[in-house]
C-alpha cells in the first residue's frame, strides 16, 4: 500500500511562514504530478499548487508570490513553503499524489490533512 504523510502545520503569526512536507511511502514505482490542496470551514477545497515530476505548474491566485511549491524525487517528497502567511490561510491542508504503484498500476493518494492556523 501506499501512504502519505504530512507534517509541518501548526499555528503562526500573520505574516510568519511555515514549511510542510509530504513523504510518499510504500509500494512506489514512480510518482507523476503531486499537489497541495486546503479547505476552510465552510469553504469548497481548492488547489493551492500543483507540480509535475519537474516542475510547479499551477498555483491559486491567492497564494501566487507568497507560496512555493517543490519536490524531492529522491525522498518522494513534496514541500510547500507558505511565507506572508495570512489569517484567509487558515485551512485543514492535503497533500495530493498521482502514483505509479506498479508497473502498470496508477492511483490518487491523499494525505489525511494537516491543520494550519494563523492568527491576527
Known amino acids: 500500500q501506499v501512504q502519505l504523510v504530512e507534517s509541518g502545520g501548526g499555528l503562526v503569526q500573520a505574516g510568519g511562514s511555515l514549511r510542510l512536507s509530504c513523504a510518499a511511502s510504500g509500494s512506489i514505482y514512480s510518482i507523476n504530478a503531486m499537489g497541495w490542496y486546503r479547505q476552510a470551514p465552510g469553504k469548497q477545497r481548492e488547489l493551492v499548487a500543483g507540480i509535475t515530476s519537474v516542475e510547479p505548474t499551477n498555483y491559486a491566485d491567492s497564494v501566487k508570490g507568497r507560496f512555493t511549491i517543490s519536490r524531492d524525487n529522491a525522498k518522494n517528497t513534496v514541500y510547500l513553503q507558505m511565507n506572508s502567511l495570512k489569517p484567509e490561510d487558515t485551512a485543514v491542508y492535503y497533500c495530493?499524489?498521482?502514483?505509479?504503484?506498479?508497473?502498470?498500476?496508477?492511483?490518487?493518494?491523499w494525505g489525511q490533512g494537516t491543520q494550519v492556523t494563523v492568527s491576527s
Open positions: 495530493n499524489a498521482n502514483i505509479n504503484s506498479g508497473r502498470y498500476l496508477r492511483s490518487e493518494y
